[in-house]
DNA sequence: CAGTGAGCGAGCTTCCGCTTGACTT
């Protein structure tokens, strides 16, 4: 038995570390938190001032019971979690949990997984910071009041099974006020021109592009100008030569690691962090849950080594960034390779990619500026007090541009052509090619992308590097906010050309406003939002979290006792859970749309308990109003009486087919057909209201060869099916799936052998989760 | 998941932050 028992939150570094440690240290992992609020009662005794009351997650069972076995053998337990404040959390709750003896127990802390930091660590132990602790436990008891008040509020005022909370909420406000800055936009539009000269010299032809600073307000005036240029000359008035620099980004932080994997790899927030992770497990990148730029000095020597052996000397400049979130932690380091040597991960082309991005990002930040030569060029119009105006760069030096450029999230509009200028002189004349004077639109804020929603929430320091892709997809399920699908419309705009003194109108046209993959709030969304705002500012006020952050460090600092803070956040702020709960009326964004035109009835548009819906007719009408769900795509907000009518139509009769009545209707999960209590979804190419028999019939056919598949072995007596699913083969027996051992071929599986499949995952799964709720 | 929306009522939903497999149809 090992000496020493040391506990690391993480696995994978549990396994780095013990190679470091020799064999007398055994290195094991607690996954994390192992104790929590329980669930039940708000896990808060709040008359006996707050008292928290904690128990073991039923997943941590196991982990507990094992940390507790070791400890009690070992001679020196060392809590090796996270310097932070939910690190040091996790090492209290370890104490407790694991009942361990204050004499054997030591906390030590390192901010980089090499050798010399943990020995480094081992010799400087200290004990747990309680005010720390306190800090954490104060955030934790907040956020189950905010969200354990504020959810139930919102189920008995708008529809069940919704959620709040101190994250999510001022998210979807983000969303929602966006949405709401597009909807009152209006686009104006402004003439640009732009302008080809050519100039001959040394026998050969150059252009140069260029462009007037200022736009035409008016096609008029736009028009006019190139008029007057027809017989204009023009003159290059100046020439400046400046010279610039650019600098490397810092290396990834989480949330700057998903912005870049979204705009270069188009990877969602989710998949980033899945790849991530799987590239931390096998030792190839350091930890991906991190609010810090910081590198350790190894990585910082490797790096030096790597970019002079690649690129020399000139190219190395050895960089710390200093870290810029708001509230950072800083408990880990950036997130780099583990070994800057290693050019290409191994593993899925995922995973290549995205350790490739990791790599360069990592090596640009630790080598030097690139150096530029800026040059901006006027040019003269003889006829008009305009100047056209050509910009150049060149690249005089390009330092980390070789290895790594940061993205950007929109194009700009306005971006200039920027290149080589030709070899020119101040009062040369130059030739026209052509002028254009090009009709552009102002453009809306745009939408949030998942990371850009990321980026937003870290600079207003709300949630954590380990909670933006949960939050983002806690969001979407509870669909306040859904991602567009549309690819945009159609816009003209005005074109003139001035050519060979002739000037030509030529319109065109451009894509403009899609929102694919976009976030756009739902009606739920926006109706929630608006009634947090009206009854709970504070909370939703984008500063809310940087303000009780500021009161958690007083905390933490001994300054203040944890209690006395959340008794005086939860006085103000039950009391107006009560009143509103007494007072407010129920939302149901209700709207009129007119009058059915056939019954004379009236038409309505609102939230139902199933989500937005249709209504015909009054409640004290003698004939029951009729209902009909609105579709995905369509909102209280935006529904037109015809569009509402239309939904009416359903369900529609196709006719018979095997002596049973074929009908398409919209449901829950979209259109469907339905035949002998069949349901078949359509395809997204089917429309419901003119899909044909023969098509349904065709798409019931297929659901039935499909259907044939799923069924591998009945064994009807017993209740026993072996069936293929999404995950492979699995047994159903009373409504509980069972997975097929790999080493079994599931058609030979036996009567015996499912029974016995079934009997002993019953004792496996008393360990895990079996609260899972359908 | 299941293809509804009267009304009644039981019983359920929910937070944020740490961390991975287990989970599923």
Known sequence: MAKNLVIVESPAKAKTIEKFLGKDYLVKSSYGHVRDLAKKNQGIE???????????????????????????????????????????????????????????????????????????????????????VNAQQARRILDRLVGFELSPLLWRKIKPSLSAGRVQSVAVRLIVEREQEIKKFKPESSYKVTAIFHLSKDGKNHQIKAELPKRFKTEQAA?????????????????E??????????????????????????????????????????GQITYMRTDSTNLSNMALSQAKKEIIKDFGEKYSKTRQFATKAKGAQEAHEAIRPTFLNHREASGSQDQKRLYELIWKRTIASQMADAQLERTTVKIDVSR??????????????????????????????????????????????????EMNAIQRFTSPPPRYSEASLVKKLEDLGIGRPSTYAPTISTIQKRQYVTKGVSEGTQRTYQVYTLKGNEIQKDPSSEKTGADKGKLIPTDIGTLVTQFLLEYFDNIMDYNFTAKVEKEFDEIANGLKKWNEMIREFYGPFHEKVETTLQNSERVKGERHLGIDPKSGRNIYVKLGRYGPMAQIGDREEEEKP??????????????????????????????????SPVTVSIGRFGPYVRHNNKFVSLKKEDDPATITKERAIELIKEKREKDKNKYIKTFEEEGIQVLNGRWGPYISHKKKNYK???????????????????????????????????
């Not at 906390?107 to 943990?118: D, L, S």
């Not at 009729?626 to 006719?655: C, D, V, W």
């Not at 499949?757 to 989760?769: L, P, Q, Y």
Request: proline share 5%; hydrophobic share 30%.
């Open 46 to 132: 709040i008359e006996n001032d707050f008292k928290p009351v904690y128990e073991i997650d039923s997943d941590k069972k196991k982990v507990v019971t094992e940390l507790k076995k070791l400890a009690k053998n070992a001679e020196t337990i060392w809590l090796a979690s996270d310097e932070d404040r939910e690190g040091e959390a996790i090492s209290w709750h370890l104490v407790k949990a694991l009942n361990l003896d204050q004499n054997k127990t030591k906390r030590i802390v390192f901010h980089e997984i090499t050798k010399q930091a943990i020995t480094e660590a081992i010799k400087n132990p200290r004990g747990i910071d309680e005010n720390l």
């Open 223 to 239: 028009y006019n100008f190139l008029e007057k240029s027809k017989e204009a000359e023009f003159t290059i008035a100046s020439i």
């Open 241 to 282: 030569k400046k010279p610039g620099k650019k600098s490397p980004a810092p290396p990834f932080t989480t949330s700057t690691l998903q912005q870049e994997a979204s705009r270069k790899l188009s990877f969602p927030v989710s998949k980033t962090m899945v790849v991530a992770q799987q590239l931390y497990e096998s």
């Open 384 to 433: 008009a007090k305009e100047q056209f105006i050509a910009k150049g760069e060149i690249v005089k030096f390009d330092g980390f541009l070789k290895v790594y450029l940061e993205s950007r999230e929109e194009d700009d509009d306005g971006e200039e052509e920027k290149g080589l200028l030709p070899p020119i002189k101040e009062g040369e004349k130059l030739g026209l090619e």
């Open 626 to 659: 009729k209902f009909a769900g609105l579709r995905k795509n369509q909102s209280i907000e935006s529904i037109t009486l015809e569009e509402a009518l239309e939904l009416f139509k359903f369900p529609r009769e196709l006719g018979e087919f095997e002596e």
């Open 740 to 774: 097929v051992p790999k080493d079994k071929e599931p058609k030979d599986l036996t009567l015996e052998d499912c029974k016995k499949i079934i009997s002993e995952a019953g004792t496996k799964k008393k360990n895990s989760r079996t609260k899972k709720k359908k």
